[in-house]
């Protein structure tokens, strides 16, 4: 276990550890009331995450969370692309753009985005297509429903089957398309239409989701997940945030996708030398 600290691209090594650190550029933002809105207070915000050892910077201008509503394209272009260009200008570090929108990651991957962070997926029009055609990395995301009603009623036949079937028939569109398989990283979904225990059961069983030979990042940094088990607000899960992120990484994921940086790779540094390791 090697823990990459920036600078860094994506790794797709097993061995290598990874923190994404979270910048959220839209206004409606649960857990950090978009306060960085502004490009200068993004920066710095990005400037103390690459200090605590994030390699990868995840930007999003689009909310998710259960109940959100949909974003204009041009909202989340003006949001990401600016940030993005102000980033990649200043700072040598990865950055991820979180979005589903194919014009979006059209504009993002020609302002040097390095990996496109997709919670649908690719399954929106025209998406497999752009990223076919550039050689920037893709994480497919599961997702059951649509986040406006994704949390009502869950239900899986068999939970890791049906994700895992999910993951093989976006891997096989992906790779029709001309997106190789090694560009590909596999993300579960934590709190994407599943209840409170088939999270935990997500977590418990990440492991089954390796024989798919690609790297997994796990997202549960601050969410319900945590809240509704320790009937904790979302200033009050810090906690549970990495002891989940811990959690994941022991059962196999190699990004972690964190609003706590420093607080994580803490935990990550304690994780790593009982695995014997160095530190980068
Ligand atoms: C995830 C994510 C969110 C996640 C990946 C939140 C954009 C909700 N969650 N992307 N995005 N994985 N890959 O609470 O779990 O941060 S938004």
């Not at 069983?205 to 904790?232: D, E, V």
């Not at 972690?256 to 980068?280: F, G, N, P, S």
């Amino acid at each position: 276990m090697n823990i990459l600290t920036s600078p860094a691209a994506i790794s797709f090594n097993q061995n290598d550890i990874q923190i994404m650190g979270i910048l959220n550029v839209t206004p409606d933002s649960f857990s950090d009331g978009g306060q960085f809105t502004q490009i200068d207070n993004a920066l710095h915000q990005v400037e103390i995450m690459i200090n605590e050892g994030a390699s990868i910077i995840d930007i999003g201008g689009e909310s998710t969370r259960p109940g959100a509503v949909d974003v204009a394209e041009s909202d989340e272009i003006s949001r990401i692309i600016p940030v993005l260009k102000a980033i990649k200008a200043r700072f040598d570090v990865a950055v991820s753009i979180d979005t589903s929108k194919s014009n979006v990651m059209a504009q993002a991957i020609e302002y040097g985005a390095d990996l496109i962070n997709d919670v649908r997926a690719l399954q929106n029009a025209h998406c497999v297509e752009v990223v076919a055609q550039s050689s920037v990395p893709v994480c497919l995301m599961h997702m059951q429903g649509k986040p406006r009603t994704m949390q009502q009623n869950p239900h899986y036949d068999d939970l890791i089957d049906d994700i895992s079937a999910f993951f093989k028939q976006r891997i096989a569109v992906c790779e029709d398309a001309g997106i190789n398989r090694n560009r590909i990283i596999l993300d579960p979904g934590f709190g994407f239409g599943k209840t409170l225990e088939q999270n935990y059961q997500l977590l418990s069983q990440l492991a089954a989701f390796k024989s798919l030979g690609l790297p997994l990042l796990s997202g549960t940094s601050r969410k319900s997940m945590i809240g509704n088990l320790l009937n904790r607000e979302v200033s009050e899960r810090l906690v549970g945030s990495i002891t989940t992120a811990l959690l994941a990484i022991q059962n196999g994921a190699t990004i972690v996708r964190v609003h706590d940086v420093k607080e994580t790779m803490d935990a990550i540094k304690i994780l790593a030398i009982t695995h014997k390791t160095t530190c980068a």
